[in-house]
């Protein structure tokens, strides 16, 4: 079983930053792809960016230029730096890990909250 904590949310100005972090509690085998997932007020949960244990990665065109996701596989961490932030961008966001060889091995953190607001 594999537990994801998120951290650093939080309300930032827009064109401003924010760095998300979510850390596993088991270990999270190299052939996890873990991603970032974003739920805004009124909308369904959509993807943000993935990346792949051999560190490809893929982003959502709203996002593209402006978010990196990157990941620490010593530390079972993946990140997600957020620049030049927008209002559109407030949502609470997920952390997510899933086993590419087992999709039944699919996790989730229980999120934590961005709001972009002058």
């Known amino acids: 079983q594999v537990q994801l904590v998120e951290s650093g949310g939080g309300l930032v100005q827009p064109g401003g930053s924010l760095r998300l972090s979510c850390a596993a509690s088991?270990?999270?085998?190299?052939?996890?792809?873990l991603g970032w997932y974003r739920r805004a007020p009124g909308k369904q949960r959509e993807v943000v960016a993935r990346?792949?244990?051999?560190?490809?990665?893929n982003y959502a065109d709203s996002v593209k230029g402006r978010f990196t996701i990157s990941r620490d596989n010593a530390k079972n961490t993946v990140y997600l730096q957020m620049n030049n932030l927008k209002p559109e961008d407030t949502a609470v966001y997920f952390c997510?890990?899933?086993?590419?060889?087992?999709?039944?091995?699919?996790?989730w953190g229980q999120g934590t909250q961005a709001t972009v607001s002058s």
């Open positions: 997510n890990a899933r086993d590419s060889t087992n999709p039944s091995r699919n996790y």
């Open positions: 088991g270990s999270i085998f190299t052939n996890y792809v």
């Open positions: 990346i792949t244990s051999g560190g490809s990665t």
